[in-house]
């Protein structure tokens, strides 16, 4: 199963425990596949270079470069990703996610993003909330 996660569910995975940490454990246990971009992973960089993710537990947020590289290496594959069409008119930065998704060949993204939760299927790939997608991965 090929799954795309956005910044914030990467984030959250990485630095709570809930729901969004169940799906990057079952990247690790080799039972989902995570894929990502190179975009998705620069503003990962990006959000993880905030003053508020300074001082936070797990991999050592005051190098987010080297945290990024830890995502990378430990749990996604990375998608060369060729367009990206504009799908999300109110967020323009979703599209990165979809494109990605497509790009990836992924049978779902999961995101906390109203923007995506709304469009509920994007062709044969389901958008799904953290909750959504480990009830729906438990049921199968």
């Known amino acids: 199963m090929r799954v795309v ?3 914030n569910t990467v984030i959250s995975g990485l630095l709570w425990p809930g729901n969004p940490r169940r799906i990057l454990d079952l990247a690790r246990s080799g039972e989902v596949t995570l894929c990502s971009s190179q975009a998705l992973l620069i503003e990962l960089l990006d959000v993880l270079r905030r003053p508020k993710f ?3 537990t797990g991999p050592d947020w005051r190098y987010p470069r080297r945290s990024s590289r830890w995502v990378r290496c430990a749990l996604a594959e990375i998608i060369q990703v060729t367009t ?4 999300v008119a109110a967020d323009p930065d979703d599209d990165e996610v979809l494109a990605c998704a ?9 995101s906390g993003d109203q923007h995506l939760l709304d469009l509920d299927r994007l062709g044969q790939i389901r958008i799904v909330n ?4 480990i009830k729906l991965r438990l049921e199968s």
């Open 102 to 110: 497509l790009s990836a060949q992924a049978n779902y993204v999961v």
């Open 130 to 133: 953290a909750v959504q997608f």
């Open 5 to 7: 996660l956005d910044t």
């Open 84 to 87: 990206v069409e504009p799908l």
């Open 54 to 56: 300074c001082g936070s």
